[in-house]
């Protein structure tokens, strides 16, 4: 295990942080940590997050060239830019795209309902009655991405510009009118979130609507989601009430239900956008054990540090021995 290097108010890079902002250097006094809760059990796929988060930001039409392409008609003349190859028309996050609903289409063992026998023929899918081991159905799982807002947020670490900084709400906002471009924040993010936007070359990414926070406002994704799919506020909150999502679902027989990114000793100190799941983190294109990616930066720089020295030394021992 690599040893955790601490911060002026606990650990700057890796490592369980109770309160990214005042590691940030923000005062005693600022507001609570906030995020959102994604139950994924509840989504329905209607896109309103979608929608409402491109009306508010003012984000550009994906082109059916792929997400963050600039607006504009496709070869096909498609001026909405849709796929065409399923429900999900947006592909994935991108620099124009900060909710993204993936629509992932399963085949799993039906399901036996309770019910009254009322001793009439049964009408289920075949196998259903007696011998039920053939028997399947198709279920649609449904779940909006975002960015997760990192306890421990590599791109914030490797961004030389300052554009990338922490907010005091402990979310991670990229200031574009600062971002040269330079694309560090890309490789740094284990969720693949962050994004240049194309005709621009600047980063985007979801900014949990800082405009609206400021003004006491939820996001506009969480305020437009009819089920309740997603969920805003502040992180402990959200994860008592997450955690107890859980205990109900797996009370009504969804074994399968778990967290993701709750977990504040995950690889990136946990997420401030997390999610209940109905299956593994890689069925919706996830990362199963995300880590920050500058974890290992000290300890990088004291073995080359000491790698340094090492050539240094020999160089100048070389150098007296051939004087003499």
Not at 87 to 104: K, M
Request: aromatic letters at 6%; glycine letters at 12%.
């Amino acid at each position: 295990m690599t040893e955790r290097t601490p911060g002026p108010h606990g650990n700057s890079l890796y490592g369980p942080l109770a309160d990214p902002s005042a590691d940030a250097g923000y005062p005693a006094g600022h507001p609570p940590r906030v995020g959102f809760f994604t139950d994924t059990s509840v989504c329905i796929g209607c896109k309103a997050c979608e929608v409402a988060c491109k009306e508010w930001n003012a984000l550009p039409v994906d082109s059916p060239a792929g997400p963050g392409d600039p607006v504009g008609p496709g070869a096909d003349g498609d001026v909405l830019g849709l796929t065409g190859m399923s429900y999900d028309n947006t592909g994935a996050l991108g620099a124009s795209t900060y909710r993204h609903v993936a629509f992932i289409e399963q085949t799993v063992p039906a399901r036996t309902a309770r019910g009254v026998d009322l001793g009439m023929p049964g009408s289920g899918p075949p196998g259903a009655d007696g011998d039920a081991g053939d028997a399947t159905e198709v279920r649609w799982l449904m779940s909006s991405d975002v960015c997760k807002h990192c306890t421990h947020a590599a791109c914030l670490d490797v961004c030389p510009t300052g554009a990338l900084i922490r907010t005091e709400h402990g979310t991670v906002l990229v200031q574009d009118d600062i971002c040269n471009g330079c694309g560090y924040c890309i490789p740094a993010c284990p969720y693949g979130v962050i994004d240049q936007r194309k005709g621009d070359g600047r980063a985007f990414k979801c900014t949990m609507c800082q405009d609206r926070l400021g003004a006491g406002l939820m996001p506009a994704c969480a305020t437009a989601c009819p089920t309740e799919s997603i969920q805003f506020g502040p992180l402990d909150e959200l994860r008592a009430r997450a955690a107890e999502r859980v205990d109900a679902l797996h009370a009504a027989g969804v074994d399968e239900a778990r967290l993701y990114g709750h977990d504040p000793n995950d690889g990136v100190g946990g997420d401030g956008a997390f999610f209940l799941l109905l299956d593994e983190p890689e069925v919706y294109g996830l990362p199963p054990d995300p880590v920050v990616t500058t974890r290992d930066l000290p300890s990088m720089w004291r073995h080359a540090a000491a790698a340094a020295l090492t050539v240094a030394g020999t160089v100048a021992a070389a150098f007296l021995g051939a004087r003499r």
